[in-house]
Nanobody, 130 residues
Framework: QVQMMESGGGLVQAGGSLRLSCTVS????????MGWFRQAPGKEREGVSC????????YYTDSVKGRFSISRDNAKSTLTLQMNSLYPEDTATYYC???????????????????????WGQGTLVAVSS
């Protein structure tokens, strides 16, 4: 059974930083692209950042470029999102997801529909106060 578990969310002031982690079990990390998505109240889920199976290719949505950094450690089955210079508009529930590597590019994964993903975490809330 595939499980993805996020941690690291919380409340932070604008300009602050948070580091999200996602622990994965039940699959071979090397076989999957992984990514971070977020959903704010009343809005659709959007792809934030996605990474290829070996970390060699990354994709960021325009609004987080230069502020967020995605990484992965396949040996530890973990995915990380370092978020710096946070804005109030970054407030959302953040989800990690995995998709079999042959389905999409990193950008394609982030732009894909939720039903396209093979696994999801339960989400962690990030709240940025102004």
């Amino acid at each position: 059974q595939v499980q993805m578990m996020e941690s690291g969310g919380g409340l932070v002031q604008a300009g602050g930083s948070l580091r999200l982690s996602c622990t994965v079990s039940g699959l071979r990390p090397e076989d999957y692209y992984m990514g971070w998505f977020r959903q704010a109240p009343g809005k659709e889920r959007e792809g934030v950042s996605c990474i290829s199976w070996n970390g060699g290719i990354t994709y960021y949505t325009d609004s987080v470029k230069g502020r967020f950094s995605i990484s992965r450690d396949n040996a530890k089955s973990t995915l990380t999102l370092q978020m710096n210079s946070l804005y109030p508009e970054d407030t959302a529930t953040y989800y990690c997801a995995a998709v079999y590597y042959a389905k999409f590019s990193a950008q394609g994964m982030c732009e894909g529909a939720p039903n396209d993903m093979d696994a999801w975490g339960q989400g962690t809330l990030v709240a940025v106060s102004s």
